[in-house]
């Protein structure tokens, strides 16, 4: 698989991810705390996906860098925010651990993409 093609795959699944939590978390009941997480995630998860995009259209190698640095922190962060709904059991964990599960893979795979870029 060429870098086009791997940079086709990870901006589809980073939307997907942020395609499922919308799905997902938008057909749970109203609960004030759990308004305050859902739009967190919505935030990050969006983020993720946007700025991956970005990343693969980016001008020059410090920029791809630093696209993919935002990248890390808001998978990160959507890590997070569905550690906090598993925790507080707002969510059915086989729901959490397949978002969780997709979330890592993309957040150990852009980490060892941007060490690869450092180097």
Do not use: G, H
Request: charged residues 30%.
């Amino acid at each position: 698989m060429d870098n086009l093609d791997y940079n086709k795959v990870f901006a589809t699944k980073t939307k997907q991810i942020a395609i499922s939590i919308i799905k997902e978390f938008s057909q749970l009941p109203y609960n004030e705390a759990f308004s305050v997480i859902r739009k967190q995630v919505y935030r990050s998860s969006t983020s993720m996906a946007a700025n991956y995009r970005a990343m693969c259209r980016a001008r020059s190698k410090a920029e791809r860098y630093s696209k993919l640095s935002i990248v890390i922190e808001e998978t990160d962060e959507t890590l997070f925010w569905l550690e906090m709904l598993e925790e507080l059991d707002y969510v059915q964990r086989e729901i959490l651990l397949d978002l969780k599960i997709k979330t890592e893979e993309v957040l150990k795979t852009t980490s060892s993409y941007r060490k690869m870029l450092k180097e």
